[in-house]
């Protein structure tokens, strides 16, 4: 799961990406609404993270021009601002959800998993399947069959994002646009080693779900 977080508070953006990443999600940050609008319209995102109070756009207004231009992509804003009128303007302008500074970490990560499980086809989704292939997303297990297989948080977000779009072939930068980060060096071939880790610790396991190579395409978790 690939998150934007447009925050202007460098301590507290610093905070955010640091406890996301550690929960094994891809993370990118910038600091004020212009940037975050360019970023959020040349990127696919799973999730955007809004300060309300931001340079040059605020994080409601840049929360509304997205969905005028149709993005449906989730959004939750952080703010210091807690009055009902306050959460019924942010709401009103397309957000998802809204948080009150201060609060805790593990608040703001249920409120990402809820997120990440708020569209239609994914809706209360907390497990994955696919054949003998199954991912627990909040535990963070996977199993083929009864027997768990160890993933690095970095392999599990690569077969998250697989399992998410299985049976269908998936770019290898759809995949390091989802999985890896702005930085992410696309002529690296980081993606290929950690496909065959993947593909190796499933083997080890007699999984019926198999990772296929789709030549001058990218990769195909095949589903039948």
Not at 125 to 133: A, C, E, H, I, M
Not at 181 to 193: A, K
């Amino acid at each position: 799961m690939r998150i934007l977080i447009v925050e202007d508070e460098k301590k507290m953006a610093s905070f955010l990406e640091r406890g996301l990443k550690e929960e094994g999600y891809t993370v990118d940050i910038v600091y004020d609404g212009e940037t975050g609008w360019e970023c959020a319209m040349t990127n696919e995102y799973d999730l955007l993270i809004l300060d309300w109070m931001l340079p040059k756009m605020s994080g409601v207004e840049l929360c509304g021009k997205l969905r005028n231009e149709g993005k449906t992509v989730s959004v939750l804003i952080l703010t210091a601002k807690d009055s009902v009128e306050d959460k019924i303007m942010g709401l009103d302008q397309g957000a998802d959800d809204y948080l009150t500074k201060p609060f805790s970490f593990e608040e703001l990560l249920a409120r990402v998993r809820a997120l990440s499980r708020r569209p239609a086809h994914l809706q209360d989704k907390t497990v994955l399947q696919n054949l003998d292939l199954k991912m627990d997303l909040i535990k963070r297990m996977v199993f083929v069959g009864e027997e768990e297989i160890s993933l690095s948080q970095k392999e599990f977000a690569l077969l998250e994002f697989l399992m998410r779009h299985a049976g269908e072939v998936v770019s290898r930068t759809a995949i390091a646009e989802h999985v890896w980060d702005l930085h992410f060096d696309p002529m690296s071939n980081t993606i290929d080693v950690y496909i065959n880790f993947l593909r190796k610790k499933i083997a080890e396991k007699n999984a019926k779900s198999k990772i296929e190579t789709v030549r001058g395409t990218g990769y195909r978790l095949a589903n039948q």
